[in-house]
């Protein structure tokens, strides 16, 4: 058969190059789960484990693993040395896109080029989420919500409104004081009698505390509203969506994108990092549940089926919100069933499906003074709600 014929019979070769490409990503995944999950049993344990770091509370050391280890909360990894090669992913790529020349990769923090200032904020909201809200750690004895200024307000509020110290310092007091107490309520008072998953009360309260903390920013006098910038990062020139190297490359990308990062550089750092910690011990990333190589191929798969799925919306719109089940909906549901392999699956194929154009949806609903970061968290909140519940009525699906 012709070229011609071929492309008669199947639409075009870039789509089947496209769908290779993603079926790639999720069998590679697969196979890396798969070697993995038995090697574990025979894995040493250089490195302290979860657990042992809990029981640690107050050491100087645990300070420095939970703080660092907050950096990856969102995509549920827990994992400090994931988080070190992630940030240090996102500065080979900034510094990759200052120099203009090579291979820039995506741009970052929604395309303003304030990486650095994101960076700032976000860290300096986590240091101080910790200092203020530290105490529930030792006090409950069970995991907390310390991470949510990470990914949320501080940011946000940068993005928004520009680069400098003012802006930064706001940002991370905003977020410490609202959306880490918020998540803190939410996850305790309501997610936990209810057995419901936390990231549905960590995502929200990103949501709820974005909506309050950009009101707020309104009535500062030192942040400008005419300094507000984009909030999705739009890359100019060429539509790039439709070859094949650019499904792995948003894959790895998505897995930062809650970080307003959005880099495969940073990705790929990220899930390096979590590998080599989960080889040192398997009992350290994860929250120690032994299930990280089940986690990463329900991402894989999820953002493989999203990109795939609205890549026609990814190439109208410059931009498309296919992270979102990445860090909910896929690493939520291989944790609560135990990395089953049915249910895992069947949650990442409804998150792909399901939360990227609902988080579109509340996105273009979002005041121009808001960044759409409220969509996109309560577009995870909504979607992780659902479909685990939903995903427990399927056969042989049982939660944990």
Excluded at 52 to 71: K, N, T
Aim: contains cysteine; positive net charge; hydrophobic residues 55%.
């Amino acid at each position: 058969m012709t070229t011609t014929g071929i492309r008669t019979r199947f639409g075009r070769l870039d789509v089947l190059a496209l769908w290779g490409a993603a079926a790639g990503c999720a069998a590679a995944a697969a196979l890396l789960a798969a070697v993995l999950t038995d090697l574990r049993p025979s894995l040493p344990a250089i490195s302290a484990g979860y657990t042992s770091w809990h029981l640690g509370y107050g050491d100087p050391d645990w300070y420095l693993y939970w703080i660092v280890g907050d950096a990856t909360e969102a995509t549920m990894a827990k994992s400090a040395l994931g988080a070190v090669l992630m940030v240090a992913g996102a500065a080979l790529a900034h510094a990759l896109r200052r120099r203009d020349g090579g291979p820039r990769g995506f741009a970052q923090a929604c395309g303003t080029n304030l990486w650095p200032w994101v960076l700032a904020s976000a860290v300096l909201g986590t240091l101080a989420s910790n200092l203020m809200w530290g105490w529930t750690l030792r006090s409950t004895g069970a995991w907390q919500p310390t991470f949510a200024p990470f990914v949320s307000v501080p940011p946000a509020v940068v993005v928004l409104y520009g680069a400098g110290w003012p802006v930064a310092l706001t940002g991370a007091v905003l977020g410490a004081s609202l959306v880490t107490p918020i998540a803190l309520a939410l996850v305790n008072w309501v997610c936990v009698p209810l057995d419901v998953s936390p990231v549905v009360g960590s995502v929200l309260a990103m949501s709820i505390g974005g909506l309050i903390a950009f009101a707020i920013c309104r009535g500062l006098p030192w942040l400008r509203p005419e300094r507000l910038r984009p909030a999705e990062p739009v890359e100019p020139g060429p539509d790039r969506t439709g070859t094949a190297s650019w499904i792995p490359r948003r894959i790895l990308a998505d897995f930062t994108e809650a970080h307003f990062y959005g880099s495969e550089w940073a990705g790929a750092g990220l899930l390096i990092g979590c590998v080599l910690q989960f080889l040192l011990n398997p009992a350290g990333p994860a929250y120690g549940s032994g299930l990280l190589p089940q986690m990463i191929a329900a991402q894989v798969l999820t953002a493989a089926c999203g990109v795939l799925l609205w890549r026609t919306r990814w190439s109208a719109a410059g931009w498309y919100p296919t992270f979102v089940p990445v860090v909910s909906v896929a690493p939520a549901t291989a944790l609560a069933f135990g990395g089953a392999l049915v249910p895992s699956a069947a949650g990442a194929l409804l998150g792909a499906a399901a939360g990227p154009p609902l988080a579109a949806a509340l996105a273009r609903r979002v005041p121009a003074h808001v960044h759409p970061m409220v969509a996109y968290t309560a577009a995870m909140g909504v979607c992780t709600a659902t479909i685990i519940p939903l995903v427990d009525l399927l056969p042989g699906c049982r939660l944990s």
